[in-house]
Every structure is written in C-alpha cells, then in structure tokens.
C-alpha cells in the first residue's frame, strides 16, 4: 500500500473475515497471566492458538504456524532461549514476528532480554503501550510493573522514531491506539471502554489478535490497524452491553469473547473511529 492509498473500514473489515476464514495458527511464547485468555481470543476471533514453548519443539512449532508473537510478560531464561530458537526458525520461512515488550524498563534483566531479542533482528510488529514503546525507543520512561505512566499520546514521536530507525510496525496503544510505519504512515484508533483496562490480559491479547491479522494481511501497517480497530470497536460494543445489563467486568470478559466472534459489519462500520494522518 503506497502512502497516497486510503485505508478504509471496508478495507478492515475485509482483514476480520480474512481472519475468519483462514483460521491462521498463531504460535504464542506468552505469559502464564494470560495464556488461557489469549488463546480464547484467537480461538473468538476465528484464528488458531499454539502456546508451545518446550526448546525441543518451539522450532518446529514456528515450522508450521503462519505467526509468531512473543510477550516478555513472565520472562525466565530458558523462555528467552525459546523465543530465540523460534524467531530464527519463523524468521527463515518468512512468517510475522510480533513482539509485546511487557514491563519494558521494570527491571534490568527485563531491559536485557528485549536488547537480545532486538539485536538478533527486528521484528515485524511491537505493540506496548506508552511507557513500554518510550523504553524500546531508547528514551526511558517511568512505569509501574507492567503498567504505562503515560498516555500513549505521549509515547507517538517515540513510536515513529523507533520505527524508522529498526523498520518495524509499532503500535503504542491506550485510550487512542497509534499505528505507525517506516514510511511514515500513522494511524489513530479511538474506539474501546475504560472497563478494558480491568480485565487480565487485554494488551496482551492485541499483540496476539495482530499475529493473527499479519498472518492473513501482508502490509504489517494495516494489519496491526485492523487488529487494534476491530479489538477497540469489540470492547466498546461489549462493555455497554454489560453494564446497560448492570453488570461488571467479569461479564465483560465473556462479552468481549461474543463480540471477537460475532460482531457484524454494519456495527463495526457504524462504530469505527479512525484517523488517518497526512
């Protein structure tokens, strides 16, 4: 897609189907937090989840899948080497590599791992949210464990420069979502509910939701625009379900997983809202 094409919620929604109808297999070295909801999202979604992490097989699994996310949220060493052996053998077939940098700048071993990981190669994606983004960028930034002190308005010049320097997609997510490429392409996603942010996993399950758009859509850019959209239009629409029915975040939880596999297109054309800048 050149940088005069529009991108549209047409062009989106053409992505979820694709999702939907391909059912591409996600190979995920996530965290134990949320390793099961994550895999409910893909399997919602219309994807397929592998969680496999073993050194014996973690090659062979990325051999068959057609992407790969990687999220630091649980780091231990031998998981470390794991992600390595599996990012070179998804690296040789050519598949997306999408990396989640949980708690960047929380610990100096959590610093480490993600400089190994980005020296061995850039991925195809990062999404974190603000604070995280600022630390990959180089730029620090304070944060809370694995939570932002900041908004990702905050973190979109850092977003860009990273991006150009490594050549990745990277998305900085938040009451806004920004989507931004090396070629300076820069998307604004301002769909989704306070109520996300209360349930265990949601950040998590994006970065995954994106391996399984970058599976199916080749240009990384809308890809990850399309994940991101189609997951804030879901959370918007599902939390005012819930809470018109009086209920709290634990149905929201279930209610985000009806809306992943049900939502049509009318109400995620009605409800869209994205900025495409320049």
């Known amino acids: 897609m050149s940088l005069a094409a529009p991108l549209t919620a047409a062009d989106l929604w053409a992505d979820v189907l694709a999702v939907r109808a391909q059912s591409p297999l996600v190979h995920s070295i996530t965290n134990f937090v949320v390793?099961?909801?994550?895999?409910?999202?893909?399997?919602a979604l219309g994807a397929a989840p592998v969680m496999a992490h073993a050194h014996d097989e973690v090659a062979d699994m990325a051999g068959?899948?057609?992407?790969?996310v990687l999220n630091i949220g649980t780091l231990e060493p031998a998981w470390?080497?794991?992600?390595?052996?599996?990012?070179?053998?998804?690296?040789?077939?050519?598949i997306p590599v999408v990396l989640d940098p949980v708690g960047a700048?929380?610990?100096?071993?959590r610093n480490r791992a993600l400089s190994g990981l980005l020296a061995a190669g850039a991925p195809t994606v990062i999404r974190g949210n603000g604070s995280e983004v600022l630390s990959v960028a180089g730029l620090g930034a304070p944060t809370r464990g694995v939570d932002s002190t900041l908004s990702s308005n905050?973190?979109?010049?850092a977003a860009q420069t990273l991006s150009r320097r490594i050549g990745s997609v990277v998305c900085v997510s938040g009451a806004d979502d920004h989507v931004v490429d090396a070629l300076g392409r820069w998307a604004t996603l301002s769909n989704g509910h306070p109520w996300m942010t209360r349930i265990t996993g949601v950040g998590c399950s994006a970065t995954a939701m994106i391996g399984a758009f970058a599976a199916v859509q080749p240009d990384a850019w809308r890809a990850t625009t399309a994940a991101?959209?189609?997951l804030g239009v879901v959370g918007e629409w599902a939390a005012e379900q819930v809470i018109a029915a009086g209920n709290g975040v634990g149905s929201l939880q279930v209610k985000l997983l009806d809306g992943l596999q049900l939502l049509?297109?009318?109400t995620f054309r009605a409800r869209l809202k994205m900025t495409v800048h320049g």
């Open 228 to 230: 991101m959209a189609y």
């Open 154 to 157: 905050d973190a979109v010049a």
């Open 105 to 109: 700048g929380a610990t100096a071993y």
């Open 264 to 266: 049509d297109d009318a």
């Open 35 to 43: 390793m099961n909801f994550n895999a409910n999202v893909l399997l």
């Open 80 to 94: 470390v080497e794991s992600m390595h052996k599996a990012r070179r053998a998804a690296r040789a077939r050519g």
């Open 64 to 68: 068959i899948a057609q992407a790969l």
